[in-house]
């Protein structure tokens, strides 16, 4: 994804409360991993890692914040409280067992709950052809979706890389991405994670399990009166190597370094 801006590898780097360790979160919970992260006033890039900042994996369901846009705009759905009913049967093999989420829910809440069944349910009325259309518009993504499946982002071909998944939320913060306004307030207002004096947190997770490996994403924005940052975390790990912490841990590491920045 091009960008005038100027990315930096920062493995240490300045804030108000003096150099701080980019490296240190990752270490703490024993995984590996990165963390982009864009000072949008200042057009300021932080990496931990320049080379995996620009290589594009499955998006998991962080893909939800641009697949709710476009089930929005191609009128799918009417709006986020739209009722998607449960089909009956899913696969606990790919996905986990999830009893909780096996039920009749908003679209608001699949997205909060990231219950993939509905938004599988969703891109089956969408179709391939206007995925296409709306990745390629959005300058989202590869637009790699040789997965024959309906859910060709936790499987295939289809990737993007953390630099681009920020790229996107920019647009999506300015309101220049290719949706209505009407489109953007609605995802930007289910998007909220916390919402404070000081701030407003808008986040997506994500995780997937392919070829062996777990990936966890955290994406999102924070958004201050004086300055927005903007964040893709990404972790990676062996399946076979046995880590409770690691879907905290998209979390955790983001905060303690958007805290360390002084964003949080």
Not at 34 to 59: C, R, Y
Not at 196 to 223: C, S
């Amino acid at each position: 994804m091009k960008s005038s801006l100027t990315l930096s590898l920062i493995f240490f780097c300045t804030s108000l409360f003096g150099q701080i360790d980019l490296r240190k979160p990752f270490e703490n919970c024993n995984v590996s991993g990165s963390i982009t992260i864009l000072d949008h006033k200042n057009g300021k890039w932080i990496t931990s890692d320049e080379k995996a900042n620009e290589q594009e994996m499955l998006p998991a369901s962080t893909f939800k914040i641009i697949n709710l846009l476009i089930a929005l705009e191609t009128g799918v759905i009417k709006d986020e409280n739209e009722i998607i009913k449960w089909p009956g049967s899913t696969d606990t093999t790919l996905y986990g067992y999830r009893p909780e989420i096996y039920k009749d829910m908003s679209v608001r809440e699949a997205f909060q709950v990231s219950a993939g069944w509905a938004f599988i349910e969703i891109a089956k009325k969408i179709g391939r052809e206007r995925y296409l259309h709306y990745l390629a518009k959005s300058e989202y993504g590869n637009n790699i979706l040789s997965e024959k499946g309906d859910d060709f982002w936790n499987f295939g071909a289809f990737g993007i890389s953390p630099k681009n998944q920020i790229a996107f939320l920019v647009k999506v913060h300015e309101g220049t991405a290719p949706f209505s306004q009407k489109s953007l307030r609605t995802l930007k207002e289910v998007m909220i994670n916390e919402q404070k004096e000081e701030y407003t947190l808008r986040a997506k997770t994500g995780w997937t399990r392919v070829h062996g490996k777990d990936i966890g994403w955290w994406v999102g924005y924070v958004e201050r009166k004086e300055n927005t940052y903007f964040f893709a975390t990404r972790l990676i790990k062996e399946r076979s190597m046995l880590n409770p912490n690691f879907g905290a841990c998209r979390k955790s590491i983001t905060i303690d370094i958007l805290k360390m920045l002084g964003a949080l």
